[in-house]
């Protein structure tokens, strides 16, 4: 009955968690420019794989896997922002303008030099 | 000296964690693993402020608590712009960041960005200032609150 219980629940991750991860990809190619695109991005980076890592938890149960799944979710946390912040980075000095604001990265550029 | 010991500390539970197989002989092999690279750090030289076993306090999981909750409300925002994009307003804002460490600007940095909808576009040391680029009115709204800002700086914890 409870191991019942543990297996639907962690379905309902697992599909919650790749369902966002679909969002996250129609997001991608609806909105408009990159920086729009990279905030669809986030969803797949972040909730997703959080739901998923969770859903696999329910699975494995208790032991060292936990351990182990938990440590690829804490370093998909750590490193999926700095690229991010890299892939913006490199899109400001290649002087491609966010829509909305553009003045604020001339304004970043002559800081710079 | 106290940032080698809390170095093979976490690496030490690292191994632990992952290996699972603690027979004496492999036992002795991850001790010498965390020996060689506690050794090739010193070499390095790049053990700094950052490995400070302080800034691991009980305020890191409650932080980190709070930011998964605040990561999951900002997805279902997003989540909501993918289904709907005419409700996106780009806007690229400035808000003040200051925080008394350059580990706790860092956090701040990419905390933002780790929360979808706000992506940290820029930031230095020393300006006091980060600049962030936000997809909707709301996630704009809530950067300039600077809620998650009071909270960083209590992750900081007081002046030592």
Same mark, same amino acid.
């Given at each position: 009955?409870?191991?019942?219980? /543990?297996?639907?629940?962690?379905?309902?991750?697992?599909?919650?968690?790749?369902?966002?991860?679909?969002?996250?990809?129609?997001?991608?190619?609806?909105?408009?420019?990159?920086?729009?695109?990279?905030?669809?991005?986030? /969803?797949?980076?972040?909730?997703?794989?959080?739901?998923?890592?969770?859903?696999?938890?329910?699975?494995?149960? /208790?032991s060292l896997l936990?351990i182990k799944?938990?440590?690829?979710?804490?370093?998909?946390?750590?490193?999926?922002?700095?690229?991010?912040?890299?892939?913006?980075?490199?899109? /400001?000095?290649?002087?491609?303008?966010?829509?909305?604001?553009?003045?604020?990265?001339?304004?970043?550029?002559?800081?710079?030099? | 000296?106290?940032?080698?010991?809390?170095?093979?500390?976490?690496?030490?539970?690292?191994?632990l964690g992952l290996s699972g197989v603690y027979?004496?002989?492999i036992?002795?092999?991850?001790?010498?693993?965390?020996?060689?690279?506690?050794?090739?750090?010193?070499?390095?030289?790049?053990?700094?402020? &950052?490995?400070?076993?302080?800034?691991?306090?009980?305020? *890191?999981?409650?932080?980190?608590?709070?930011?998964?909750? &605040?990561?999951?409300?900002?997805?279902?925002?997003?989540?909501?712009?993918?289904?709907?994009?005419?409700?996106?307003?780009?806007?690229?804002?400035?808000?003040?960041?200051?925080?008394?460490?350059?580990?706790? *600007?860092?956090?701040?940095?990419?905390?933002?960005?780790?929360?979808?909808?706000?992506?940290?576009?820029?930031?230095?040391?020393?300006?006091?200032?980060?600049?962030?680029?936000?997809?909707?009115?709301?996630?704009? &709204?809530?950067?300039?609150?600077?809620?998650?800002?009071?909270?960083?700086?209590?992750?900081?914890?007081?002046?030592?």
């Amino acid at each position: 009955m409870i191991e019942g219980l /543990i297996d639907v629940l962690s379905a309902g991750l697992l599909l919650t968690g790749a369902g966002f991860a679909l969002l996250g990809g129609i997001g991608l190619v609806r909105f408009p420019d990159l920086y729009t695109r990279l905030h669809a991005g986030g /969803i797949t980076d972040t909730i997703a794989p959080l739901l998923i890592v969770a859903g696999l938890i329910l699975q494995s149960g /208790i032991s060292l896997l936990t351990i182990k799944l938990l440590l690829i979710l804490l370093f998909l946390l750590f490193t999926t922002p700095t690229a991010s912040h890299a892939t913006v980075r490199a899109a /400001i000095s290649a002087g491609i303008k966010p829509q909305g604001a553009d003045d604020a990265t001339k304004e970043r550029a002559s800081s710079n030099t | 000296m106290r940032y080698f010991i809390a170095l093979a500390i976490v690496l030490a539970l690292l191994w632990l964690g992952l290996s699972g197989v603690y027979k004496p002989l492999i036992l002795i092999l991850g001790a010498a693993s965390v020996a060689l690279v506690v050794w090739i750090t010193e070499r390095m030289e790049v053990l700094g402020a &950052e490995h400070d076993p302080g800034t691991l306090s009980w305020r *890191l999981p409650v932080y980190w608590t709070w930011l998964v909750w &605040e990561i999951i409300l900002a997805n279902l925002m997003v989540a909501r712009a993918v289904i709907s994009p005419g409700r996106i307003k780009p806007t690229l804002i400035r808000i003040p960041a200051t925080t008394r460490t350059r580990v706790g *600007l860092v956090t701040y940095g990419n905390s933002i960005t780790l929360t979808p909808g706000t992506v940290t576009t820029g930031l230095s040391d020393g300006s006091g200032e980060i600049q962030a680029h936000a997809l909707l009115e709301e996630a704009a &709204e809530g950067l300039r609150s600077g809620d998650m800002l009071k909270r960083v700086q209590w992750l900081e914890g007081p002046e030592r």
